[in-house]
């Protein structure tokens, strides 16, 4: 049990150091020796982590995707009904959140893989749909208990997914800042709209 947790430990540090090292050169120009050399260990030992580098960028993947469900994520802070649940859900997702938990480029220079190789697609794909089913789930609850008016709920949270996806895609390429905000802030009160809340609110970005 010790040995497992000593692994998985020194397989996350290789990790998060091919991530900081890619964010900076790119995933294709990040190498098992540059990441050897930035710990200054033996090449050797990474591959007695990660067998080949495609390991390596899988267990990246799943780095990133792992910090891409903390957007769905809701406060446990305080307890919250069902409607202020899933309005943090809301924020959370068209906020600046994203950039502080993980890179873009290097998220979409890992999507890009889902289109060659099918472990990634697979991974993407599982995460992506858990967190869908997540959203609906809330939704859901949210129309079992009159506090909004969606009918589809399967519809609601396929459309919001679609949102999401294509806005954070396109703000990705907005260097303004003014006009990212303002984007953001429109592209959030679609999200709400598409919701039909019995008492709908505008939400800060």
């Excluded at 924020?91 to 998220?107: A, R, Y």
């Amino acid at each position: 049990m010790g040995r497992k947790s000593l692994k998985e430990a020194r397989q996350k540090e290789i990790i998060k150091e091919f991530y900081k090292l890619a964010k900076k050169e790119g995933i294709e120009n990040t190498s098992i020796a540059k990441i050897a050399k930035k710990m200054d260990i033996n090449p050797s030992l990474i591959i007695h982590y990660f067998q080949t580098r495609e390991d390596l960028v899988y267990g990246l993947i799943e780095y990133i995707l792992d910090k891409y469900q903390l957007i769905y994520k809701v406060s446990t802070k305080k307890p919250l009904d069902s409607r202020a649940a899933l309005l943090e859900i809301m924020d959370n997702i068209f906020s600046k959140k994203w950039n502080t938990l993980f890179d873009d480029g290097l998220f979409y220079s890992c999507y890009s893989l889902t289109f060659r190789e099918s472990k990634a697609r697979n991974m993407y794909k599982k995460l992506l749909d858990s967190l869908r089913e997540a959203l609906g789930n809330h939704i859901r609850q949210c129309r079992e208990e009159g506090v909004l008016l969606a009918d589809n709920v399967e519809a609601v949270a396929d459309n919001i997914f679609i949102l999401v996806d294509g806005a954070y895609f396109y703000l990705s390429l907005v260097s303004d800042k003014k006009e990212y905000e303002e984007k953001l802030r429109k592209y959030k009160e679609q999200a709400i709209e598409l919701l039909c809340l019995s008492e709908v609110r505008t939400l800060p970005v």
